[in-house]
């Protein structure tokens, strides 16, 4: 499956944005979709993560109840709705499937094998 992220931009501190994946080829619902991003200079960290049905979701602890991550499979779309951003918010932002597994998907990158290019989210204070 080959993944594109879109829809980073630049706003201000408690602004909102909604990135979005797309997928292509088959058998998108055979994955489980993360979000991870990654600041200048340090490490990529994961974000959020989807199952492929949708039923689980995961959230990094700094991102709870400012973030959504949801799915349209009848589309081959995974969204990122993000709200009250901050500066530390500032980051790439990549989306990455791996195989649909049990429970809810893993938080590292390492696990993920379809990687899509990233979207640069700024925000500013």
């Known amino acids: 499956v080959q993944l594109q992220a879109s829809g980073g931009g630049s706003v201000q501190a408690g602004g909102s944005l909604r990135l979005s994946c797309a997928a292509s080829?088959?058998?998108?619902?055979?994955?489980?979709v993360g979000w991870f991003r990654q600041a200048p200079g340090k490490e990529r960290e994961f974000v959020a993560a989807?199952?492929?049905?949708?039923?689980?979701?995961n959230y990094a602890d700094s991102v709870k109840g400012r973030f959504t991550i949801s799915r349209d499979n009848s589309h081959n779309m995974v969204h990122l709705q993000m709200n009250s951003l901050k500066p530390e918010d500032t980051a790439v932002y990549y989306c990455?499937?791996?195989?649909?597994?049990?429970?809810?998907?893993?938080?590292?990158?390492?696990?993920?094998?379809?990687w899509g290019k990233g979207t640069l989210v700024t925000v500013s204070s």
């Open positions: 990455a499937s791996l195989r649909r597994g049990v429970g809810v998907p893993p938080e590292s990158p390492g696990n993920y094998g379809y």
């Open positions: 080829g088959r058998s998108f619902t055979s994955y489980d």
């Open positions: 989807i199952t492929w049905n949708g039923g689980l979701t």
